[in-house]
Protein backbone atom coordinates (compact mmCIF):
# COMPACT_ATOMS: atom_id res chain seq x y z
CA UNK A 1 0.00 0.00 0.00
CA UNK A 2 1.30 3.60 -0.76
CA UNK A 3 3.14 5.63 1.95
CA UNK A 4 1.03 7.88 2.05
CA UNK A 5 -2.31 5.63 3.51
CA UNK A 6 0.21 4.33 6.31
CA UNK A 7 0.60 8.34 7.32
CA UNK A 8 -2.76 8.69 7.12
CA UNK A 9 -3.59 5.76 9.12
CA UNK A 10 -0.94 6.73 11.87
CA UNK A 11 -2.15 9.97 12.41
CA UNK A 12 -5.74 9.27 13.14
CA UNK A 13 -4.79 6.78 15.40
CA UNK A 14 -2.70 9.48 17.21
CA UNK A 15 -5.68 11.86 17.03
CA UNK A 16 -7.95 9.17 18.33
CA UNK A 17 -5.54 8.81 21.07
CA UNK A 18 -5.11 11.73 22.03
CA UNK A 19 -8.63 12.71 22.54
CA UNK A 20 -8.92 9.55 24.67
CA UNK A 21 -6.53 10.75 26.97
CA UNK A 22 -8.24 14.03 27.17
CA UNK A 23 -11.39 12.88 27.87
CA UNK A 24 -10.04 10.53 30.26
CA UNK A 25 -7.87 13.41 32.35
CA UNK A 26 -11.09 15.48 32.03
CA UNK A 27 -13.01 13.06 33.92
CA UNK A 28 -10.27 12.40 36.53
CA UNK A 29 -9.98 16.22 37.35
CA UNK A 30 -13.82 16.60 37.78
CA UNK A 31 -13.51 13.73 39.99
CA UNK A 32 -10.85 15.21 41.94
CA UNK A 33 -12.80 18.82 42.10
CA UNK A 34 -15.70 16.71 43.14
CA UNK A 35 -13.89 15.48 46.36
CA UNK A 36 -12.46 18.92 47.11
CA UNK A 37 -16.27 19.76 47.17
CA UNK A 38 -16.99 17.16 49.20
CA UNK A 39 -14.24 17.95 51.69
CA UNK A 40 -16.07 21.89 51.42
CA UNK A 41 -19.31 20.57 51.94
CA UNK A 42 -18.39 18.63 55.22
CA UNK A 43 -16.61 21.64 56.76
CA UNK A 44 -19.84 23.50 56.09
CA UNK A 45 -21.84 21.59 57.31
CA UNK A 46 -19.88 20.23 60.71
CA UNK A 47 -19.75 24.64 61.46
CA UNK A 48 -23.30 24.87 60.56
CA UNK A 49 -24.34 21.98 62.88
CA UNK A 50 -21.83 23.52 65.85
CA UNK A 51 -23.70 27.26 65.42
CA UNK A 52 -27.37 25.46 65.05
CA UNK A 53 -26.74 23.71 68.73
CA UNK A 54 -24.39 26.36 70.30
CA UNK A 55 -27.74 28.77 69.43
CA UNK A 56 -30.25 26.40 70.94
CA UNK A 57 -28.10 26.16 73.93
CA UNK A 58 -27.96 29.50 74.30
CA UNK A 59 -31.97 30.16 73.96
CA UNK A 60 -32.35 27.08 76.75
CA UNK A 61 -30.28 29.66 79.27
CA UNK A 62 -33.50 31.41 79.53
CA UNK A 63 -35.35 29.02 80.21
CA UNK A 64 -35.21 24.96 79.53
CA UNK A 65 -38.97 25.33 78.97
CA UNK A 66 -38.57 26.87 75.78
CA UNK A 67 -37.70 23.88 74.49
CA UNK A 68 -41.99 22.24 74.69
CA UNK A 69 -42.57 24.65 71.94
CA UNK A 70 -39.56 25.24 69.97
CA UNK A 71 -38.70 21.42 69.47
CA UNK A 72 -41.83 20.05 68.65
CA UNK A 73 -42.62 23.19 66.46
CA UNK A 74 -39.04 22.58 64.75
CA UNK A 75 -40.05 19.18 63.89
CA UNK A 76 -42.94 19.73 62.10
CA UNK A 77 -41.66 22.25 60.25
CA UNK A 78 -38.15 20.43 59.12
CA UNK A 79 -40.74 17.56 58.17
CA UNK A 80 -42.67 19.48 56.04
CA UNK A 81 -39.82 21.01 54.06
CA UNK A 82 -38.50 17.25 53.94
CA UNK A 83 -41.90 15.75 52.29
CA UNK A 84 -42.60 18.98 50.32
CA UNK A 85 -39.42 21.08 49.50
CA UNK A 86 -36.99 18.93 49.63
CA UNK A 87 -38.54 15.12 49.51
CA UNK A 88 -35.72 12.37 49.86
CA UNK A 89 -33.93 14.51 52.22
CA UNK A 90 -35.23 12.86 55.60
CA UNK A 91 -33.62 10.64 58.17
CA UNK A 92 -29.82 9.71 57.88
CA UNK A 93 -29.61 9.43 54.04
CA UNK A 94 -27.40 6.43 54.06
CA UNK A 95 -29.98 4.70 52.40
CA UNK A 96 -30.89 6.83 49.72
CA UNK A 97 -27.24 6.33 48.55
CA UNK A 98 -28.12 3.00 49.28
CA UNK A 99 -30.88 2.90 47.07
CA UNK A 100 -29.50 4.61 44.36
CA UNK A 101 -26.23 2.57 43.91
CA UNK A 102 -29.17 -0.32 43.20
CA UNK A 103 -31.70 1.36 40.89
CA UNK A 104 -31.75 1.06 37.28
CA UNK A 105 -33.95 4.30 36.76
CA UNK A 106 -32.12 6.70 36.15
CA UNK A 107 -34.84 9.88 37.41
CA UNK A 108 -35.32 8.05 40.80
CA UNK A 109 -31.53 7.97 41.05
CA UNK A 110 -31.47 11.75 40.25
CA UNK A 111 -34.28 12.00 42.68
CA UNK A 112 -32.58 10.54 45.43
CA UNK A 113 -29.44 12.38 45.07
CA UNK A 114 -29.65 15.29 43.41
CA UNK A 115 -27.56 18.73 44.39
CA UNK A 116 -31.12 19.77 45.32
CA UNK A 117 -31.59 17.14 47.57
CA UNK A 118 -28.29 17.65 49.41
CA UNK A 119 -28.75 21.46 49.34
CA UNK A 120 -31.94 21.17 51.46
CA UNK A 121 -30.22 18.03 53.93
CA UNK A 122 -28.21 20.97 55.22
CA UNK A 123 -30.55 23.02 55.44
CA UNK A 124 -33.33 20.86 57.22
CA UNK A 125 -30.91 19.46 59.13
CA UNK A 126 -29.09 22.56 60.54
CA UNK A 127 -32.55 23.26 61.34
CA UNK A 128 -33.35 20.14 63.31
CA UNK A 129 -30.54 21.03 65.38
CA UNK A 130 -31.06 24.33 65.84
CA UNK A 131 -34.77 22.76 67.71
CA UNK A 132 -32.65 19.93 69.32
CA UNK A 133 -33.04 17.15 67.69
CA UNK A 134 -30.99 14.11 68.60
CA UNK A 135 -29.22 13.74 65.41
CA UNK A 136 -26.13 13.57 63.47
CA UNK A 137 -24.75 15.39 60.83
CA UNK A 138 -22.76 12.19 59.07
CA UNK A 139 -25.28 10.77 57.43
CA UNK A 140 -26.32 13.60 55.89
CA UNK A 141 -22.51 13.84 55.04
CA UNK A 142 -22.62 10.48 53.01
CA UNK A 143 -25.96 11.77 50.87
CA UNK A 144 -24.03 15.14 50.17
CA UNK A 145 -21.06 13.32 49.27
CA UNK A 146 -22.67 11.20 47.17
CA UNK A 147 -24.83 13.37 45.36
CA UNK A 148 -21.89 16.06 44.76
CA UNK A 149 -20.21 12.94 43.07
CA UNK A 150 -23.22 11.57 40.84
CA UNK A 151 -23.28 15.00 39.71
CA UNK A 152 -20.07 14.42 38.12
CA UNK A 153 -21.04 10.94 36.85
CA UNK A 154 -23.05 12.31 33.98
CA UNK A 155 -19.11 12.23 32.28
CA UNK A 156 -19.05 8.56 32.99
CA UNK A 157 -22.45 6.86 33.30
CA UNK A 158 -21.34 3.72 33.20
CA UNK A 159 -18.84 3.95 36.51
CA UNK A 160 -22.08 6.30 38.21
CA UNK A 161 -22.47 3.53 40.76
CA UNK A 162 -18.95 3.16 41.91
CA UNK A 163 -18.89 6.68 42.01
CA UNK A 164 -21.93 7.26 44.09
CA UNK A 165 -20.29 4.53 46.67
CA UNK A 166 -16.64 7.04 46.46
CA UNK A 167 -18.68 10.15 47.13
CA UNK A 168 -20.32 8.56 50.23
CA UNK A 169 -17.50 7.16 51.61
CA UNK A 170 -15.60 10.28 51.72
CA UNK A 171 -18.63 12.15 53.23
CA UNK A 172 -17.68 9.84 56.21
CA UNK A 173 -14.18 10.29 56.00
CA UNK A 174 -14.35 13.99 56.12
CA UNK A 175 -17.27 14.23 58.64
CA UNK A 176 -15.01 12.45 61.23
CA UNK A 177 -11.09 13.16 59.71
CA UNK A 178 -11.12 8.95 59.25
CA UNK A 179 -9.84 8.05 55.79
CA UNK A 180 -9.58 4.36 57.25
CA UNK A 181 -13.13 4.54 58.43
CA UNK A 182 -14.60 5.92 55.18
CA UNK A 183 -12.77 3.20 53.26
CA UNK A 184 -14.18 0.55 55.62
CA UNK A 185 -17.80 2.00 55.12
CA UNK A 186 -17.83 2.37 51.95
CA UNK A 187 -16.71 -1.42 51.51
CA UNK A 188 -18.37 -3.03 54.32
CA UNK A 189 -21.70 -0.33 54.10
CA UNK A 190 -22.48 1.17 51.40
CA UNK A 191 -21.10 -1.60 48.61
CA UNK A 192 -21.21 -4.47 50.42
CA UNK A 193 -18.99 -5.67 48.20
CA UNK A 194 -15.44 -5.83 46.75
CA UNK A 195 -14.50 -4.37 43.51
CA UNK A 196 -10.69 -3.00 42.78
CA UNK A 197 -11.82 -0.24 40.53
CA UNK A 198 -14.44 1.20 42.76
CA UNK A 199 -11.93 0.84 45.56
CA UNK A 200 -9.48 3.33 43.68
CA UNK A 201 -12.26 5.59 43.64
CA UNK A 202 -13.08 5.70 47.00
CA UNK A 203 -9.61 6.42 48.02
CA UNK A 204 -9.36 9.08 45.12
CA UNK A 205 -12.14 10.64 46.79
CA UNK A 206 -11.19 10.56 50.10
CA UNK A 207 -7.40 12.04 49.56
CA UNK A 208 -9.48 14.83 48.10
CA UNK A 209 -12.00 15.85 50.76
CA UNK A 210 -9.50 14.66 53.34
CA UNK A 211 -7.01 17.39 52.09
CA UNK A 212 -9.70 20.06 51.86
CA UNK A 213 -10.79 19.48 55.20
CA UNK A 214 -7.49 19.60 56.63
CA UNK A 215 -6.26 22.71 55.03
CA UNK A 216 -9.66 24.51 56.12
CA UNK A 217 -9.62 23.16 59.84
CA UNK A 218 -6.42 21.36 60.46
CA UNK A 219 -5.42 17.95 61.55
CA UNK A 220 -7.44 17.05 64.85
CA UNK A 221 -8.60 13.65 66.14
CA UNK A 222 -11.94 13.67 66.79
CA UNK A 223 -12.40 12.75 70.44
CA UNK A 224 -9.10 13.55 71.19
CA UNK A 225 -6.03 11.45 72.11
CA UNK A 226 -6.82 8.34 74.43
CA UNK A 227 -4.35 6.06 75.99
CA UNK A 228 -6.79 3.86 77.45
CA UNK A 229 -5.64 -0.21 77.68
CA UNK A 230 -7.54 -2.98 79.32
CA UNK A 231 -4.88 -5.49 80.76
CA UNK A 232 -4.91 -9.12 79.96
CA UNK A 233 -6.66 -10.48 82.73
CA UNK A 234 -10.24 -11.12 84.36
CA UNK A 235 -11.12 -7.53 83.27
CA UNK A 236 -11.49 -8.62 79.35
CA UNK A 237 -15.05 -10.23 80.92
CA UNK A 238 -16.15 -6.59 80.26
CA UNK A 239 -15.82 -7.08 76.48
CA UNK A 240 -18.38 -9.94 75.32
CA UNK A 241 -20.60 -8.30 78.65
CA UNK A 242 -20.51 -4.73 77.12
CA UNK A 243 -20.55 -6.03 73.35
CA UNK A 244 -23.65 -8.42 73.81
CA UNK A 245 -25.42 -5.38 75.86
CA UNK A 246 -24.23 -2.89 73.13
CA UNK A 247 -25.69 -5.12 70.21
CA UNK A 248 -28.54 -5.66 71.95
CA UNK A 249 -29.20 -2.31 72.59
CA UNK A 250 -28.40 -1.16 68.76
CA UNK A 251 -30.81 -4.01 66.85
CA UNK A 252 -33.57 -2.92 69.15
CA UNK A 253 -33.03 0.82 68.11
CA UNK A 254 -32.74 -0.82 64.19
CA UNK A 255 -35.65 -2.54 64.91
CA UNK A 256 -37.42 0.36 66.03
CA UNK A 257 -36.59 2.66 62.90
CA UNK A 258 -37.39 -0.06 60.42
CA UNK A 259 -41.14 -0.85 61.91
CA UNK A 260 -41.80 2.88 61.41
CA UNK A 261 -40.15 2.87 58.20
CA UNK A 262 -42.49 0.15 57.00
CA UNK A 263 -45.54 1.54 58.87
CA UNK A 264 -46.72 0.31 61.44
CA UNK A 265 -50.05 -1.71 61.46
CA UNK A 266 -53.57 -0.82 62.24
CA UNK A 267 -54.81 2.69 63.26
CA UNK A 268 -52.00 4.00 64.61
CA UNK A 269 -49.96 3.10 61.22
CA UNK A 270 -52.78 4.81 59.09
CA UNK A 271 -52.77 7.93 61.24
CA UNK A 272 -49.33 8.38 61.11
CA UNK A 273 -49.29 8.12 57.23
CA UNK A 274 -52.06 10.87 57.28
CA UNK A 275 -50.80 13.47 60.46
CA UNK A 276 -47.28 13.29 59.12
CA UNK A 277 -46.42 16.31 60.44
CA UNK A 278 -48.38 16.09 63.60
CA UNK A 279 -46.24 13.05 64.36
CA UNK A 280 -43.03 14.36 63.74
CA UNK A 281 -44.04 17.43 66.48
CA UNK A 282 -45.43 15.07 69.00
CA UNK A 283 -42.31 13.31 68.72
CA UNK A 284 -40.63 16.51 68.82
CA UNK A 285 -42.43 16.75 72.26
CA UNK A 286 -40.89 13.30 73.56
CA UNK A 287 -37.67 14.42 72.68
CA UNK A 288 -37.94 17.65 74.92
CA UNK A 289 -39.22 15.71 77.44
CA UNK A 290 -35.89 13.36 77.26
CA UNK A 291 -34.50 16.95 77.27
CA UNK A 292 -35.66 18.24 80.80
CA UNK A 293 -35.10 14.92 82.32
CA UNK A 294 -31.27 14.84 81.32
CA UNK A 295 -31.09 18.40 82.01
CA UNK A 296 -30.50 19.02 78.43
CA UNK A 297 -27.89 16.50 77.87
CA UNK A 298 -29.65 14.65 75.25
CA UNK A 299 -29.92 17.22 72.73
CA UNK A 300 -27.81 17.55 69.51
CA UNK A 301 -25.15 15.03 68.20
CA UNK A 302 -23.99 14.08 71.57
CA UNK A 303 -20.23 14.93 70.91
CA UNK A 304 -19.36 16.93 74.24
CA UNK A 305 -21.17 14.82 76.35
CA UNK A 306 -18.98 11.66 74.73
CA UNK A 307 -16.40 13.35 75.00
CA UNK A 308 -16.13 14.41 78.46
CA UNK A 309 -17.57 10.89 79.83
CA UNK A 310 -14.73 9.37 77.72
CA UNK A 311 -11.84 11.64 79.15
CA UNK A 312 -13.47 11.85 82.43
CA UNK A 313 -14.34 15.41 82.80
CA UNK A 314 -17.61 14.68 83.85
CA UNK A 315 -19.49 11.74 84.98
CA UNK A 316 -22.30 10.49 82.96
CA UNK A 317 -25.13 10.44 84.81
CA UNK A 318 -27.04 6.82 85.53
CA UNK A 319 -29.65 7.72 83.05
CA UNK A 320 -27.84 9.25 80.04
CA UNK A 321 -27.43 6.35 78.00
CA UNK A 322 -31.46 5.36 77.73
CA UNK A 323 -32.45 8.73 77.70
CA UNK A 324 -30.05 9.77 74.73
CA UNK A 325 -31.38 5.99 73.00
CA UNK A 326 -34.86 7.50 73.54
CA UNK A 327 -34.40 11.11 72.39
CA UNK A 328 -32.57 9.29 69.07
CA UNK A 329 -35.55 7.17 68.28
CA UNK A 330 -37.73 10.08 68.32
CA UNK A 331 -36.06 11.97 66.37
CA UNK A 332 -35.36 8.62 63.42
CA UNK A 333 -39.01 8.11 63.24
CA UNK A 334 -40.11 11.77 62.82
CA UNK A 335 -38.76 12.27 59.74
CA UNK A 336 -36.53 15.02 59.64
CA UNK A 337 -33.03 14.84 58.54
CA UNK A 338 -30.35 13.51 60.67
CA UNK A 339 -27.71 11.29 61.15
CA UNK A 340 -26.60 8.17 63.67
CA UNK A 341 -23.12 7.81 64.02
CA UNK A 342 -22.28 10.64 66.83
CA UNK A 343 -25.48 9.86 68.54
CA UNK A 344 -25.04 6.35 68.59
CA UNK A 345 -21.38 7.08 69.87
CA UNK A 346 -23.22 9.52 72.74
CA UNK A 347 -25.49 6.03 73.71
CA UNK A 348 -22.51 3.96 73.95
CA UNK A 349 -19.89 5.73 75.94
CA UNK A 350 -22.78 6.25 78.62
CA UNK A 351 -23.32 2.46 78.46
CA UNK A 352 -20.28 1.76 78.95
CA UNK A 353 -19.50 4.54 82.04
CA UNK A 354 -22.50 2.70 83.42
CA UNK A 355 -19.73 -0.41 84.38
CA UNK A 356 -16.87 1.58 86.23
CA UNK A 357 -19.36 1.14 89.15
CA UNK A 358 -18.87 -2.21 89.00
CA UNK A 359 -15.05 -2.74 87.71
CA UNK A 360 -13.55 0.55 89.33
CA UNK A 361 -10.07 -1.31 88.11
CA UNK A 362 -10.72 -0.56 84.59
CA UNK A 363 -10.22 2.64 83.38
CA UNK A 364 -13.22 4.81 81.89
CA UNK A 365 -11.94 5.00 78.94
CA UNK A 366 -11.63 1.71 78.31
CA UNK A 367 -14.80 0.71 78.88
CA UNK A 368 -16.60 4.01 76.74
CA UNK A 369 -14.60 2.91 74.67
CA UNK A 370 -15.70 -0.49 74.41
CA UNK A 371 -19.68 0.81 75.09
CA UNK A 372 -19.47 3.22 71.73
CA UNK A 373 -17.56 -0.41 69.43
CA UNK A 374 -20.32 -2.28 70.72
CA UNK A 375 -23.60 -0.16 70.35
CA UNK A 376 -22.65 1.54 66.96
CA UNK A 377 -21.70 -2.20 65.73
CA UNK A 378 -25.26 -3.19 67.01
CA UNK A 379 -27.06 0.17 65.29
CA UNK A 380 -25.12 -0.19 61.63
CA UNK A 381 -24.22 -4.14 61.86
CA UNK A 382 -20.55 -3.30 60.74
CA UNK A 383 -18.25 -4.49 63.07
CA UNK A 384 -15.44 -3.03 60.60
CA UNK A 385 -16.39 0.17 60.40
CA UNK A 386 -17.50 0.36 63.94
CA UNK A 387 -14.23 -0.41 65.24
CA UNK A 388 -11.91 1.15 63.11
CA UNK A 389 -13.79 4.58 63.16
CA UNK A 390 -13.41 4.57 67.00
CA UNK A 391 -9.69 3.88 66.91
CA UNK A 392 -8.87 6.67 64.26
CA UNK A 393 -11.21 9.06 66.70
CA UNK A 394 -9.38 8.36 69.48
CA UNK A 395 -5.92 7.22 68.07
CA UNK A 396 -5.61 4.33 70.75
CA UNK A 397 -4.32 1.46 69.02
CA UNK A 398 -3.48 -0.14 71.96
CA UNK A 399 -7.47 -1.05 72.26
CA UNK A 400 -7.55 -2.18 68.77
CA UNK A 401 -7.73 -5.71 69.85
CA UNK A 402 -10.52 -5.71 72.37
CA UNK A 403 -12.77 -3.49 70.32
CA UNK A 404 -12.50 -5.60 67.39
CA UNK A 405 -13.63 -8.58 69.56
CA UNK A 406 -16.43 -6.63 71.69
CA UNK A 407 -17.58 -5.47 67.35
CA UNK A 408 -18.17 -9.28 66.81
CA UNK A 409 -20.07 -10.12 69.66
CA UNK A 410 -22.28 -7.20 69.44
CA UNK A 411 -22.66 -8.30 65.45
CA UNK A 412 -24.11 -11.32 66.30
CA UNK A 413 -26.04 -9.81 69.51
CA UNK A 414 -27.61 -7.27 67.06
CA UNK A 415 -28.66 -9.99 64.31
CA UNK A 416 -30.57 -11.65 67.03
CA UNK A 417 -33.34 -8.61 67.73
CA UNK A 418 -32.69 -7.36 64.18
CA UNK A 419 -31.98 -9.82 61.03
CA UNK A 420 -31.17 -7.26 58.49
CA UNK A 421 -29.06 -4.52 58.67
CA UNK A 422 -31.02 -1.14 59.26
CA UNK A 423 -29.66 0.64 56.00
CA UNK A 424 -30.11 -1.84 53.60
CA UNK A 425 -33.87 -2.63 55.10
CA UNK A 426 -34.45 0.92 54.81
CA UNK A 427 -32.89 1.04 51.22
CA UNK A 428 -35.43 -1.93 50.35
CA UNK A 429 -38.42 -0.10 51.44
CA UNK A 430 -37.35 3.41 49.52
CA UNK A 431 -36.89 0.99 46.26
CA UNK A 432 -40.20 -1.22 47.39
CA UNK A 433 -42.00 1.92 47.42
CA UNK A 434 -40.65 3.40 43.88
CA UNK A 435 -40.86 -0.37 42.22
CA UNK A 436 -42.67 -2.94 43.67
CA UNK A 437 -41.32 -5.33 41.70
CA UNK A 438 -37.70 -4.47 42.29
CA UNK A 439 -35.39 -7.42 44.06
CA UNK A 440 -34.21 -6.06 47.50
CA UNK A 441 -30.66 -5.00 48.38
CA UNK A 442 -28.38 -7.94 48.52
CA UNK A 443 -27.20 -8.54 52.63
CA UNK A 444 -24.03 -9.01 53.29
CA UNK A 445 -22.59 -12.56 53.29
Not at 39 to 49: D, F, N, R, S, T
Not at 390 to 417: C, F, G, N, R, Y
Request: aromatic share 6%; glycine share 14%; charged share 10%.
Amino acid sequence: MPRRFYHSRSMAHLRSASVDAFGIWRRRLLFLLSGICIGLAAVLMAKAADAAQAAFKSILAVSPLIALVMTPAGFGLGARLARTVFPNSQGSGIPQVIAARHTKDPRFRHALISLRVAFGKIVVMTLGLLCGAAAGREGPTVQVGAAIMAAAGHLSPKRLPGLILAGGAAGVAAAFNTPLAGIAFGIEELGRTYEARTTSLIVAAIVAAGLTSLWLVGNYTYFGTTDATLAIGTGWVVVPLIGGLGGLGGGLFSRIVILFGRGLPGRAGALIARRPVAFAMLCGLGVALCGLASGSAVYGTGYEEARAILHGDAPARADFAPLKFAATVLTSISGIPGGLFAPSLAVGAGLGAEFHGLFPGISIGALVLIGMVSYLTGVLQAPVTSFVIVTEMTQDHAMMIPLMIAALIADAASKLVCRGGLYHALADIILARADPAAPPVKPAA
